[in-house]
């Protein structure tokens, strides 16, 4: 599975100005919806099940990335959108460190392979250290459209 299979482009939000968590994931839920991804009537649904898990657990796993995620009956299909912060975010990462770049994933309810599979995907290019380097530096969202295309051609080494 490629990045470019579920990131919406149009949900790509280069220039977040919030710096806590519970606005973050509102921005990039709201991003979501008006890029079609999610029905607007689910989003205060959504947005208090993502904060749920956040309360069980940080999905900011350490190295300025954080990964909120959430299955849905609502959502039609596997969706994700990037946000990059030049501030960084409290997420209560597990490191204790600032976030930069999230990815928050929406997956169909009755796909658990599938949202695994865009989990894999996630985890596996934000490991590396370069690809988390130039998401973080990306000022535009043609920047992170590209790097995601570059990330799934494997050029980004590191």
Do not use: C, W
């Amino acid at each position: 599975m490629k990045l470019a299979d579920f990131v919406s482009q149009e949900a790509i939000v280069v220039n977040i100005t919030a710096t806590d968590r519970d606005t973050v994931i509102e921005t990039m839920i709201d991003a979501l919806i008006k890029s079609g991804a999610a029905p607007k009537e689910v989003q205060p649904e959504l947005i208090k099940e993502i904060l749920d898990r956040e309360k069980k657990g940080s999905t900011g796993f350490g190295k300025g990335v954080a990964v909120p995620h959430v299955k849905h009956t609502e959502i039609p299909k596997m969706v994700a959108a990037i946000g990059v912060s030049q501030e960084g975010i409290d997420f209560k990462a597990l490191d204790k460190q600032p976030v930069y770049s999230v990815v928050l994933l929406l997956s169909p309810k009755d796909e658990p392979e599938s949202h695994l599979q865009a989990m894999e995907t996630v985890f596996g290019h934000l490991q590396n250290e370069m690809f988390r380097r130039f998401l973080r530096q990306a000022t535009t969202s043609e920047a992170v459209v590209e790097l995601i295309h570059e990330a799934d051609a494997n050029k980004i080494q590191g």
